[in-house]
Structure formats: C-alpha cells, structure tokens
C-alpha cells in the first residue's frame, strides 16, 4: 500500500513525459494521502499537469475521509467508482519515491522504493471529478497497486504500479481499449525497482524536511 510519496522536481529529468503546464507541480519531501498532489492527464488531445486531490472522490461521495486513496489492480472492476474510472480517465503522478516500512525488533524501518538509477517514477492512478460545497469542480484521484518484487516484499506486499515513460501516452489515451490499458499495469520488473534505508523522521507526515529522505544505508536490488 503507498501511504506516503517523495516528490522532488521531476520536470527536470529528460525521461520525462511531454506536457503542459496548467498547475505548477506539487512538490514534497513526505506527502500523505488527504492532500493535493500533481497529476498527469489528457484533455482535449493533451496531457496536462493538474492539481488533484488524493483520495477518489466522485460526485456522490459526501465525506472526504472516506475517499480511497489507492486500488487493487485485482478488483477494478467490483466497484462501479474503479471500473467506470479505469475505462475513461487513467492518469499519471510523478513521484521520486514510496515509503514502505519494513518490520523489525526496534520497531518499523521506513525505505524509499525508486528506480534503480534515480529517475523518476510515473504511478498509474484513476481519476475522478467532484463538485464540494464551494461549487467548483475539482480532480481527485486513486493510486493502482499490483504485488510487489522480492526486494520490495519483506518492507510491503503492495505498490503503486509504474508506468514506463514510453507507454506514459497509451497509458492516458482515452482511444487506448481497457484490454490494452490492463496490459499495461502489473507487477514491476525485478531490475526496475530498489530501496534504501531513510530517516525514521518520515513516520511523521508533519515532518517535511528534505532530509527526512536521504539514504541512511546502501540500496537494495535485485540480484540473481
């Protein structure tokens, strides 16, 4: 489960996907689910950064604590709220990393998952519309999560999936078929993805300082 992402300037690297700039991104060391973040999607033929909040939140759904803020790529289609969203509006976040916490006798170890070379990661997430009280429409969205590699297993079961930068636009096209789009989600190549020890500042979503996310130890990667 992704209960807190790294995001630092992603607009810089040159793997980054084209596009336009509606919103300035959304930038931060340890940002929680409830809050805004940037994200990727189409409009009008476009892919356009915009600001969303992260929680799903569709038109019905009343109370914001109660918006899911991620989905099991398994069971898209049980609720209307996922199927619906997953066939129309896909959309990307950019992050720089997940926290997980690893299990041990002196309590729980937060790591970063990233690339193994640094560059940043493109989540495939689902994104809805909602109306609050105000009257004006704002995007929410929902992180899809598929299992994780053996690197990642014993610290998480689950992690956002990642889109590569090469299918970032088949990924967000609305003319891409569900079939194609489902093909395009799962479980992350060995090689793809490592960890590394952080600051135990992290447990606390209050704490935003960037060093909270320096490595503490060596990464771990997949080795044969």
């Known amino acids: 489960m992704a209960g807190r992402l790294h995001v630092d300037d992603w607009t810089r690297h040159p793997q980054r996907p084209a596009f336009r700039g509606i919103d300035p991104p959304v930038l931060g060391p340890n940002l929680?689910?409830?809050?805004?973040?940037s994200m990727l999607r189409r409009e009008a033929n476009v892919t356009v950064l915009r600001?969303?909040?992260?929680?799903?939140?569709?038109?019905?759904?009343?109370v914001l604590d109660q918006a899911p803020h991620c989905a099991r790529a398994e069971s898209l289609d049980e609720r209307p709220m996922?199927?619906?969203a997953m066939a129309q509006?896909?959309?990307?976040?950019?992050?720089?990393?997940i926290y997980v916490w690893q299990p041990g006798l002196?309590?729980?170890?937060?790591f970063m998952v990233t690339h193994t070379d640094r560059s940043?990661?493109?989540?495939a997430g689902i994104w809805s519309r909602y109306a609050p009280d105000t009257g004006e429409s704002r995007d929410s969205f929902a992180l899809i999560t598929v299992p994780t590699t053996e690197v990642i297993s014993p610290m998480s079961d689950r992690l956002p999936a990642v889109i590569a930068s090469?299918?970032?636009?088949?990924?967000?096209?609305q003319e891409t078929s569900l079939a194609s789009a489902r093909n395009l989600i799962g479980v992350a190549d060995r090689e793809l993805l490592g960890a590394f020890p952080v600051s135990r500042q992290v447990n606390d979503?209050?704490?935003q300082a960037w060093a909270c996310g320096y490595p503490t130890g060596p990464m771990r990667v997949w080795s044969a």
């Not at 929680?32 to 973040?37: D, F, N, Q």
């Open 82 to 84: 996922f199927r619906e």
């Open 120 to 123: 940043p990661l493109l989540l």
């Open 89 to 97: 509006r896909r959309c990307l976040i950019p992050v720089t990393g």
């Open 51 to 62: 600001d969303a909040f992260w929680g799903l939140t569709p038109t019905w759904l009343k």
């Open 166 to 173: 090469s299918q970032a636009e088949e990924w967000l096209s």
């Open 106 to 110: 002196r309590g729980k170890q937060p």
């Open 205 to 207: 979503p209050a704490n």
């Open 32 to 37: 929680a689910p409830r809050r805004w973040l």
